[in-house]
């Protein structure tokens, strides 16, 4: 089995900055790609940043700009630098990864989820 616990989620005001952090353990062959994705009230899980193990991101174009995402391959973890944040940016964050697990004779490919993290922008 493979988890996935986020970290760093709070209150801050707008304009303020937030690191979120994503640490995956396990039983875990391989990372592929891993991403963040927000849940905001009333709202359906969106997708806010993506990068795959070589370091190609892909982001939402209501963060472009402002949120930027990052990986430590040695230490299994994604990291996501969130600036100039606004209230519109509330939400429950959610951390995702594509992992490989099995041996290399039989490998098996699925996603997992974390549990989130409350990101709340005051105005």
């Known amino acids: 089995q493979v988890q996935l616990e986020e970290s760093g989620g709070g209150l801050v005001q707008a304009g303020g900055s937030l690191r979120l952090s994503c640490a995956a353990s396990?039983?875990?062959?391989?990372?592929?790609?891993m991403g963040w994705y927000r849940q905001g009230p009333g709202n359906q899980r969106e997708l806010v940043a993506t990068?795959?193990?070589?370091?190609?991101?892909n982001y939402a174009d209501s963060v472009k700009g402002r949120f930027s995402i990052s990986r430590d391959n040695a230490a299994n973890t994604v990291y996501l630098q969130a600036n100039s944040l606004k209230p519109d940016d509330t939400a429950v964050y959610y951390c995702?990864?594509?992992?490989?697990?099995?041996?290399?004779?039989?490998?098996?490919?699925?996603?997992?989820w974390g549990r989130g993290t409350q990101v709340t922008v005051s105005s």
């Open positions: 396990g039983s875990i062959f391989r990372l592929n790609t």
């Open positions: 995702n990864a594509e992992v490989l697990t099995g041996s290399i004779i039989s490998l098996t490919h699925r996603g997992y």
């Open positions: 990068i795959t193990n070589s370091g190609s991101t």
